[in-house]
């Protein structure tokens, strides 16, 4: 079962290799006892065929210390938990965003190119001002922006000041580097 456990093949992979049927690998995964896969560790390795897209890197410096409990406390405080299968944080501070990125960066080997970043403004704001200021800030290409989302305008106040520009949403798009960092948050508390 090298096909299966070593090369990460799926059932329907080997049956089409071996010309069998499906069930007869499923079968013979049992006879030997191979723990089977489920689909959503199935598609996570079918989306990352040459292992993960990020490494750990533990601190080693002061610097990285403190950039690394900058970025665990960024998440904690402002990320979005509830989803499974991303990290998402959203703030209207482009410092905080981009430190965060940093975080993403150093720590994890995560891609620039491997972040998406989504977009909320008022009515009452320009769409194309807000994204350019974003992509200023943050000196990524605009094929990396989901659409920019638009929320009726409501009132004025010093939240609306804060917003000038909208609310910018991080997104890494990867379970497992999501379930480390919780997991560390989780061994924080």
């Known amino acids: 079962m090298t096909l299966y456990v070593r090369r990460k093949k799926s059932a329907k992979e080997i049956s089409r290799l071996l010309n069998c049927s499906e069930h007869k690998i499923h079968y013979w995964l049992d006879r030997y006892r191979i723990f089977q896969r489920s689909i959503s560790d199935a598609l996570y390795i079918k989306h990352n065929p040459n292992g993960d897209p990020f490494h750990i890197k533990r601190p080693k410096t002061i610097e990285e210390?403190?950039?690394f409990g900058m970025g665990i406390g960024l998440y904690w405080g402002e990320g979005?938990?509830?989803?499974?299968?991303?990290?998402?944080?959203?703030?209207?501070?482009?410092?905080?965003?981009?430190?965060?990125?940093e975080f993403l960066r150093k720590m994890y080997g995560v891609k620039m190119s491997k972040l998406h970043f989504g977009l909320q403004i008022f009515s009452d704001m320009p769409p194309r001002q807000a994204l350019?200021?974003?992509?200023n800030h943050l000196n990524v290409p605009a094929s990396q922006f989901y659409k920019v989302t638009v929320t009726p305008a409501r009132s004025i106040g010093t939240y609306r000041q804060k917003t000038r520009y909208?609310?910018?949403?991080?997104y890494c798009n990867n379970r497992k580097l999501r379930d480390i960092i919780c997991q560390t948050i989780e061994n924080i508390k």
């Open 65 to 67: 210390g403190v950039l």
């Open 80 to 101: 979005t938990k509830r989803n499974k299968n991303s990290i998402r944080l959203g703030n209207t501070d482009p410092k905080l965003i981009r430190k965060f990125i």
């Open 132 to 135: 350019q200021f974003w992509l």
């Open 166 to 170: 909208g609310v910018l949403t991080v």
